[in-house]
């Protein structure tokens, strides 16, 4: 069965980086492109990232542009982000989740990892 | 990228249906059929329930229902169940390899 493990979370201070990765597992990974979502403490979901099933194709909401990279190692079947000059909006869950049908939504989701930015 | 418009919250008594409305753009949900939904219980990975405006996965009760007019989407669950109780997110393609969600709905179950 699809499993997405997320890992790498953690507190860290403003300004600072992190990576955060993902697991996959249950699927043919390179077939699909993957997602990077958040969940501030009390507030909704916020798509953060993506990234082609190819890994050519890389688009961020424009709050992360030049601070996050998404990407993608095939041979281990694993998604990262990497997370830069962070803030103190920075501060969520991050969940990944699988693309389904090309960019239009995501069947499978992990648990999501906490990322706490803060001094 | 603006966050597509949901209400903060709705409700509903077991057996009884409700609907919640996501409200975008004719650059979101308007452009595309391609506005999905979410049940979301805290602590747990969000659950696909509806995806291509009125598409449910395999396993997802047919109690869920969506629809779309103009801007504005709609998840209809009818016959409430105590487990329907949880938050939901309409999510749309909105062009250029992007995506937005609503601000969310949490569903009392009274």
């Known amino acids: 069965q699809v499993q997405l493990v997320e890992s790498g979370g953690g507190v860290v201070q403003p300004g600072t980086s992190l990576r955060l990765s993902c697991a996959a597992s249950g699927f043919s990974f390179t077939n699909y492109g993957m997602h990077w979502v958040r969940q501030a403490p009390g507030k909704g979901l916020e798509w953060v990232a993506v990234i082609s099933n190819d890994g050519n194709r890389q688009n961020y909401i424009d709050s992360v542009k030049g601070r996050f990279t998404i990407s993608r190692d095939v041979s281990n079947n694993i998604l990262y982000l990497q997370m830069n000059s962070l803030r103190a909006e920075d501060s969520a869950i991050y969940y990944c989740?699988?693309?389904?049908?090309?960019?239009?939504?995501?069947?499978?989701w992990g648990q999501g990892t906490p990322v706490t930015v803060s001094s | 990228q603006s966050a597509l418009t949901q209400p903060r919250s709705v409700s509903g008594s077991p057996g009884q249906s409700v609907i919640i409305s996501c409200t975008g753009t004719s650059s979101d949900v308007g452009g595309y059929n391609y506005v999905s939904w979410y049940q979301h219980h805290p602590g747990r990975a969000p659950k696909l329930m509806i995806y291509?405006?009125?598409n449910r996965p395999s396993g997802v009760p047919d109690r869920f229902s969506g629809s779309k007019s103009g801007n504005t989407a709609s998840l209809t669950i009818s016959g409430l169940q105590t487990e329907d109780e949880a938050d939901y997110y309409c999510?749309?393609?909105?062009?250029?390899?992007?995506?937005?969600f609503g601000g969310g709905t949490k569903l009392t179950v009274l």
């Open positions: 989740a699988k693309d389904w049908h090309y960019m239009t939504d995501f069947d499978y």
């Open positions: 291509n405006v009125n």
């Open positions: 999510c749309s393609h909105a062009g250029s390899f992007t995506l937005v």
